[in-house]
Structure formats: structure tokens, C-alpha cells
């Protein structure tokens, strides 16, 4: 939220989002404190009513929301249709994961708040009924208990704090529930720390599915109506205003009878039940894409544990910078892990490249005979499932006349120049050892070879930084700076050492584009992200006709 906020100018969509969520907690907030109907409530819970009710309104909202972001199919649709999707909009939909921890944290915040105040509200029930409350609350609970009289207490039973407490939490339905989601909400947001999914990937893939059982028991939480007001039809013989001081006197004179009481009715399935639908219907898209066949034609093993799959599937048709879920089987039956389409759109195939760094990983490795030195003959390659392509910002590459590409290259250009947009691409790739170079260093050679022959070489320069230096390594390595080719990659273009230096980047590229819309596309982690984001934002012009550079990252 803070990086947002320090760009309110470009991201009037979140600060629309937090204001609505400040709206209706306030809202609420004074609906529940100020209301003539919960003046007795207020009398029985005092402040911690509003506390709890004016969240439970915001986690309806956030709720709503939540499932939206992770509806891929969904948002790719609405990505892909330029009539009503417009650039500006469909960098926000790049954002989808960022907005979907957002909403998770401001899920866990009013979550947190809403459960504390009903943690007093349960006590100050509980001892209300025992006659451990100051009397205006002991009288006020025991309405109720007379024939054809309503209760405003909800705790019936007369058992003392903590068993009385703990009586409410196993049997009442909205004890119960509130229990069971919020150990949900702890356990999907502990295990999708940083730590957790790279580290065991699998537990945050199975534990962020216990969102099932969290919005079934959030759809029935409210069911029991345990929150209670004053009815309508008893405001009418009943002022609270002025009966509220004579509680001695109701039901002895004729203008304070017995109040009636009644619960709330049940609101949060209205706003998640279309939302679950929705996410119904992206999980039956998947299941249907994820039966249909695929073929895996060339298993490719690059070094630094690298290998590449080349795969055909009917139908299938993808755009330059789109990404796939891959399920194999024979790995996991469940687990789906998305990978970057590495192929051109104009190839016969789609392929995908893999670094082999975790458990899944390395169990596709083995399963694709890659640990083994003989040939694998095809039947014996294991199945795959494919979901996708989804789109990503790298669509957007061709929508500008200059990008900055940090961490990836595409080379459309070659099939394509005379109607393209795209006239010079700037390519940056950070590595911190020289293994990740070896594979890719083919493809940048052959594209050196394309240029050359397009007498175009100027269309593409590219920046290979070498992070992970030392200054003896750098002191070797500076004795062939003048060689004819880079002696780690074998290009014309030599390896710079450290880190890139973004502020004289961004303005040596500034000034070479004066008048140019700029875009700027990471595939890599968020502190560079956001490194570059304000880089974006210092360098370019407050006029519209100036340098203006636009923030684009890959997110899956």
C-alpha cells in the first residue's frame, strides 16, 4: 500500500479501493454507534458493538474481491479485448497478485479487529447472564426468558467465564465458523510468506486451498443472527429515548412495553456468492483445458540444470510474452506452477524453460529422463497439462516505440519490422554467476547475426551484468576487455560487472527519447521492481509531451 501511495497519481484505482474501505467502515461504524435501534445493544456491548460490525462490513467488500485477482482466464479475457480494455487498464490488471495480497492484508486487519471486539462481546454476554454485569446489562439479558418475550443476549446458558466463553465458541454456529476461518486466515497467510513458497512450495499450494472451507464457514457465520437490534415494529410503541432510563417500568405502563428483538439478517453470502461463481467457472475452464492433450516433442537439457520443453497441442495459440500452468502428473496430481512461454508465436511449437531448483522441479527433471545419459524415447516421457496462455505486461511490448527489458528479449522483429511500433529495445539482464549465461548465450549470438544482416544492429542493445564479482575476478576478466568478443559469452557486447547504476540508465535513455513513451518490462524480484518504478517516475517529464517512461512487471 505504501509503494501505491507514493504514487497516487498513476494508481487512482487502489486509492479508490482504500477509500471505499474507509467509507464503509466509518459508515458502519456510526450506523451501529448512533442507530435508535441498537440503543440497547449498545447499553448490553457498549463500544465494542460498532467495533466489530463496522469491520465484518469491510470484510464483505474485501471479500468480494479477494477471489477476482486469481481468476486468470478471466482477467486474460478482459486483457485481450481491446475495446474495452485500454493500456492504462491493463497494467492494472498486471497488478492482479500485487492487489490480491493487498486485499489478503486488509483481510487479516479487519479480521483481527472484528474478532477482538466479539471476544468482549461474547465476555460481557457471559457475565451479563451470570449476574456478573451491572444491572442495567443483567436486565437488559434477561429478557427472554419469560413465554413470548425475545431475547436481546444472545448466551442463554448461566455457566461463568472463561467455560462460558468457550460454551459459545464450540456450540454456537457462529462460534464455530469464526474459529474455523480464522485459523484458515492464519494458516494461508502464514504459509505464503516468501520464506514458505520458495522454500516448500507445496505446503502454500496446499494450504492456500483451505479458501474453500473458509468461505463456505464465512457464508454461514452470520446464519444464527447473533447480532441483535430493536425491530421496527416495536420502535413504534416503544421509544428507546425515553424508556431506556425506567427498564423497572416496562411492561407496566403503556408506552415502555417489553421491546422485541431480532437478529440481523445473514449479509455475506449476497457479496461473495457471485464471485464464487465466477471462480466456479474459471476452475471448470481450467479442468476443461487442462484434459486436453499435450506432446511433448524435444526434451532439451541445457546447463546449469536447465532444460527446456517443446510441446505441441491442438488449438493452442499464444502471443509474445504470455505464460502457461504446467501440471505434471507423474510429479504431483494436483500442483500447477506457471512458466514463461519461450518460444516465438510463429513457431510450429510452444516451449518452456525450466531451471531445476526445488522438488517439483527436480522431480520433472528425473521424470523426463534428464538425469540419464542414454536417449528417451518419446513414449516414455511423461504427460503433461497445460493451462493458458494467459496474458501478462510483456503483451504490451510492441504497444511502444523504445522498451527497456530487464530480464528478457523477444525478437518478433525479425518477421515483422516494417509494421511494427517497436523501434529500439534496450535489454538488461542481471545474473549473479556465469551459469545462467551459457544457454542463453546462443540465442543472444544468433540474434547478433540477425541484426548484422538486417544492417540494423542498432535495434537491439543489450546490458549482461555480472553481480556476483569480486574485485580479483573483475581485475582477470578487465586483461580481455579488448578482445574481439566477451570472454564469458562469446558476444561482442562484453559482461559488465556489478550492478547497474539505474539513474544514469534511465537518463542516457531519457535523452536519446525526448519525446518518447517508454516502457519499461521486468521479469524479476520486487526490490528491483520498485527500484525501477521510481526510477520511472523521477525520469520522466511532467509535460505531456516530454520523456515519459511506463512501469510494466510480470506477475504469476
Known amino acids: 500500500v505504501a509503494q501505491w501511495l507514493t504514487n497516487p497519481t498513476r494508481d487512482h484505482e487502489v486509492l479508490v479501493w482504500l477509500g471505499l474501505n474507509v467509507f464503509l467502515f466509518v459508515h458502519y461504524y456510526l450506523l451501529y454507534d448512533t442507530s435508535k435501534e441498537y440503543i440497547y445493544t449498545r447499553k448490553l456491548l457498549g463500544s465494542a458493538l460498532a467495533l466489530a460490525r463496522a469491520p465484518a462490513a469491510c470484510l464483505n467488500f474485501n471479500c468480494m474481491l479477494i477471489l477476482l485477482p486469481v481468476c486468470r482466464n478471466l482477467l486474460s479475457f478482459l486483457r485481450g479485448s481491446s475495446a474495452c480494455c485500454s493500456t492504462r487498464i491493463r497494467r492494472q490488471l498486471d497488478r492482479n497478485l500485487t492487489f490480491h495480497k493487498m486485499v489478503a492484508w486488509m483481510i487479516a486487519l479487519h479480521t483481527t479487529i472484528h474478532t477482538i471486539a466479539h471476544l468482549f462481546n461474547v465476555e460481557w454476554c457471559v457475565n451479563a447472564r451470570v449476574n456478573n454485569s451491572d444491572p442495567y446489562s443483567i436486565a437488559l439479558s434477561d429478557i427472554g426468558d419469560k413465554p413470548n418475550e425475545t431475547y436481546l443476549n444472545f448466551v442463554r446458558q448461566r455457566i461463568k467465564n472463561p467455560e462460558g466463553g468457550l460454551y459459545v465458541a464450540v456450540t454456537r454456529l457462529a462460534g464455530i465458523t469464526g474459529v474455523v476461518i480464522t485459523l484458515c486466515l492464519i494458516l494461508i497467510i502464514t504459509s505464503s510468506t516468501k520464506t514458505i513458497r520458495r522454500s516448500y512450495f507445496e505446503v502454500f499450494w496446499y494450504t492456500h486451498h483451505l479458501f474453500v472451507i473458509f468461505f463456505i464457514g464465512l457464508a454461514i457465520h452470520g446464519a444464527e443472527r447473533i447480532v441483535r437490534r430493536q425491530t421496527p415494529k416495536s420502535l413504534l410503541v416503544h421509544d428507546p429515548k425515553a424508556c431506556a432510563q425506567n427498564i423497572s417500568q416496562w411492561g407496566k405502563i403503556k408506552d415502555c412495553p417489553i421491546p422485541e428483538f431480532a437478529g440481523n439478517p445473514p449479509m455475506t453470502w449476497k457479496w461473495i456468492v457471485g464471485p464464487m461463481f465466477l471462480y466456479l467457472c474459471e476452475r471448470l475452464v481450467r479442468f476443461w483445458r487442462s484434459q486436453q492433450k499435450v506432446v511433448i516433442t524435444k526434451v532439451v537439457t541445457h546447463p546449469f540444470k536447465t532444460i527446456e520443453l517443446q510441446m505441441k497441442k491442438k488449438g493452442f495459440r499464444m502471443e509474445v510474452g504470455q505464460y502457461i500452468f504446467v501440471k505434471c502428473p507423474a510429479v504431483s496430481k494436483l500442483e500447477w506452477h506457471p512458466f514463461t512461454l519461450t518460444s516465438a508465436p510463429e513457431e510450429d511449437f510452444f516451449s518452456i ?172 524480484p520486487e526490490a528491483l521492481a520498485e527500484t525501477l518504478n521510481k526510477q520511472c517516475i523521477s525520469n520522466s517529464d511532467s509535460s505531456p509531451r516530454g520523456v515519459h517512461f511506463i512501469f510494466n512487471k510480470e506477475n504469476f
Open 353 to 524: 524453460h525450466i531451471r531445476i531448483v526445488g522438488d517439483w522441479t527436480e522431480g520433472l527433471f528425473k521424470a523426463c529422463g534428464c538425469d540419464k545419459q542414454e536417449f528417451q524415447d518419446a513414449w516414455k516421457l511423461p504427460k503433461i497439462a497445460v493451462d493458458g496462455p494467459f496474458g501478462t505486461a510483456s503483451e504490451d511490448v510492441f504497444s511502444y516505440e523504445v522498451v527497456m527489458l530487464v530480464g528478457s528479449v523477444w525478437y518478433k522483429y525479425c518477421n515483422n519490422a516494417t509494421n511494427l511500433r517497436l523501434k529500439k529495445i534496450y535489454f538488461y539482464w542481471l545474473c549473479r554467476d556465469t551459469h545462467a549465461f551459457e544457454w542463453f548465450a546462443d540465442l543472444l549470438q544468433l540474434l547478433e547475426t540477425q541484426m548484422q544482416e538486417r544492417n540494423n544492429a542498432g535495434f537491439l542493445s543489450y546490458n549482461i551484468y555480472l553481480t556476483g564479482w569480486d574485485e580479483s575476478q573483475a581485475n582477470h576478466f578487465a586483461v580481455h576487455h579488448d578482445e574481439e568478443k566477451d570472454v564469458i559469452t562469446g558476444l561482442k557486447q562484453k559482461t559488465l560487472y556489478g550492478r547497474p547504476n539505474w539513474d544514469n540508465e534511465f537518463k542516457t535513455i531519457a535523452s536519446q527519447h525526448p519525446t518518447t513513451r517508454i516502457g519499461v518490462f521486468l521479469c524479476g
